[in-house]
């Protein structure tokens, strides 16, 4: 282990640390504290603090600034830690303010860049307005203008924004406004909210939501106001260029660290099964044996799924680092897919808490408020419909010249959990539009590898190169160029199929770093043999029959990090309180008291 994924970890424990063990009725950042303040619609105000004193706004601003952002996946690895205990303070007290620097990390001047970089180490927010996609959501619809004028070179900024985080209490703001016409229709704007007169911004009121309820979403509305010249971030006119090269960022890391909603929900399901006897020591047949079965196959599913995205996700933020021009691909899967899939799991859980799903307080009360906000990380301008209009364009090129080519070089980086080694990131290699499809050609390489035709997980192999195959001819009857594809119905369809094996090839890379690399969990094939098959039955792919009962080894795991505290991702984190993490909740008591 390096020294950068050893100060990775301290990082995690200490954060976790901080927060103590959810369940401690007395921890006033435990669970029953954030679902009585998502009840009230309000941030938690004690879980913000704790995360100013541990100076989270520190993660995402670069080392060379004096922040601690070094790589992208373990960006979305610590602030997985605030979404597992609450989605609203995740993106409300983190993500958000990330979102609006990372477009000053990519275009602005040294100076917008230092002046980020100090106002996130002061612990103020940042809160972006992004431009309306014509194939996007209508959540953050409405759109700014900036016209000559405010002073020499400066804009006079008009127009309204109905729905933007934090917007109330950001200090500063990055806007899209339209400056002219066409393809340089857009410029970027970075906008201290002191410097502007209070007569041309007018606050709008708050938008509640059904998830997230804990997010202050307001709208913001400019009169004419003025702004200087030195506001204009990047080049006039190129906004819509540098949003669209900042999504293969942000669309990878919000999902990532939201897994962090899915750990809880999967965690609190487990919960309740084992307080019913339904699964574990207690389990016995006077439950039912369908019963019994229901529960099992619900939750190593569930657990399967979680492992699935997470590959992906592993795959989308490492990819900005090692294969940038091709990053924007994975990271719209990952911004489209993600939701769908962990939504569904989350409710097919549900089932297993039954009445107690509708809990409002109590052990099972946070079952429910995940299953709420997990939907709502798929919202925003990068929406479901936004990321499939990037990958269906590219299809029938990358159909042509990336996925088979003999050429193609295997990114073994991409699949590794550990955070050394990455190269800094370099966001001015980011592309719209992607050069080659690295993770796709690791499948058909591997489907080439020779094996023994018994081995289960090769079979399974060889079926999802199949697949790839098939997208391929399907491909073939789309526009040759891409440009009509977005019009013709097949090309959403075979966008979807595309996704899901995506996946499948990042569950395969990461299972053969993970045995090449030694042993433990993830370099037993039973895991990657259960989420190959969930990703060929949601293909529709006609399946050989099963040789082996990978159920079982799956359960074990389950309520294994269940009962000593260890998350639920790929990185089988040691949670508060945990065997792995000594002495965890009683230093975090202890630090509450001194408070």
Not at 235 to 261: D, N
Not at 506 to 522: E, I, K, N, P, Y
Request: net charge negative; hydrophobic share 45%; proline share 6%.
């Amino acid at each position: 282990m390096g020294e950068q994924e050893q100060e990775v970890r301290r990082r995690v424990a200490e954060l976790e640390r901080g927060f103590g063990n959810p369940a401690d009725a007395d921890n006033p950042v435990g669970t029953s504290a954030f679902v009585a303040a998502d009840a009230r619609g309000k941030p938690l105000a004690a879980a913000e603090r704790l995360l100013e004193r541990y100076g989270l706004n520190a993660e995402f601003v670069p080392r060379d600034l004096g922040g601690r952002l070094t790589g992208l996946d373990t960006l979305a690895r610590v602030t997985r830690v605030v979404f597992r205990r609450d989605a609203a303070l995740g993106l409300g007290h983190g993500i958000t303010s990330f979102l609006a620097a990372v477009v000053v990390w990519a275009a602005g001047s040294p100076e917008q860049r230092r002046t980020v970089a100090r106002l996130l180490l002061t612990g103020h927010h940042l809160v972006s307005a992004y431009p309306e996609l014509a194939a996007g959501s209508s959540f953050l619809s409405n759109e700014l203008t900036a016209t000559a004028g405010g002073g020499p070179g400066g804009f006079r900024l008009s127009g309204r924004k109905e729905a933007l985080n934090n917007v109330e209490r950001a200090a500063a703001l990055v806007l899209f406004a339209r400056t002219g016409a066409g393809r340089d229709s857009h410029s970027a704007l970075l906008v201290e909210r002191d410097a502007l007169p209070a007569d041309g911004v007018t606050a709008l009121p708050r938008h509640r939501t059904s998830g997230i309820r804990g997010c202050q979403v307001a709208g913001v509305e400019f009169d004419d106001s003025p702004v200087p010249a030195d506001a204009l971030v990047g080049e006039p006119g190129r906004g819509l260029e540098l949003v669209l090269r900042i999504f293969s960022v942000t669309r990878g890391v919000g999902p990532s660290a939201a897994l962090g909603c899915a750990d809880t929900a999967l965690r609190t399901a487990v919960a309740c099964a084992v307080d019913r006897g339904v699964v574990g020591d207690a389990a016995d047949d006077v439950t039912g044996p369908q019963r019994l079965s229901h529960a099992r196959s619900t939750l190593t599913g569930a657990f399967v799924d979680l492992l699935l995205c997470d590959c992906l996700a592993l795959v989308a933020t490492r990819a900005v680092h090692l294969v940038p021009e091709d990053a924007g691909l994975y990271a719209a899967a990952v911004k489209y897919l993600l939701p769908q899939l962990l939504t569904d799991t989350s409710y097919e859980l549900s089932t297993l808490l039954g009445a107690d799903f509708h809990a409002r307080n109590g052990a099972y009360a946070a079952f429910r408020k995940n299953v709420r906000d997990l939907p709502m990380i798929g919202l925003g301008a990068a929406g479901s419909a936004a990321c499939r209009a990037t990958v269906i364009p590219q299809l029938p090129r990358l159909a042509r010249a990336a996925w088979f080519a003999s050429a193609a070089a295997p990114v073994d980086g991409l699949f590794r959990l550990e955070a050394d080694g990455l190269p800094p990131l370099d966001l001015g290699r980011l592309s719209p539009a992607a050069d080659g499809d690295p993770l796709a050609a690791s499948l058909a390489l591997a489907a080439d590898a020779p094996g023994p035709e018994s081995d289960r997980p090769a079979e399974l192999v060889r079926l999802l190169a199949g697949e790839l195959a098939l997208l391929r001819d399907g491909c073939a009857g789309l526009d040759r160029d891409g440009r009509s594809a977005l019009g013709d119905p097949r090309g959403h369809a075979l966008a979807e199929r595309y996704a899901l094996i995506l996946v499948g090839a990042a569950c395969l890379g990461v299972w053969r770093h993970q045995r090449s690399a030694g042993t433990g969990f993830l370099a037993r094939p039973e895991w990657l043999e259960a989420a190959l098959t969930r990703v060929l039955r949601r293909l529709g792919t006609a399946l050989p029959k099963a040789t082996s009962d990978h159920e079982e080894p799956l359960l074990a795991e389950v309520l294994a990090r269940y009962r000593e505290h260890r998350s639920y991702d790929l990185y089988d984190t040691p949670l508060a309180g945990s065997p792995g993490a000594p002495g965890a909740e009683r230093e975090a008591r202890e630090e509450r008291e001194d408070r």
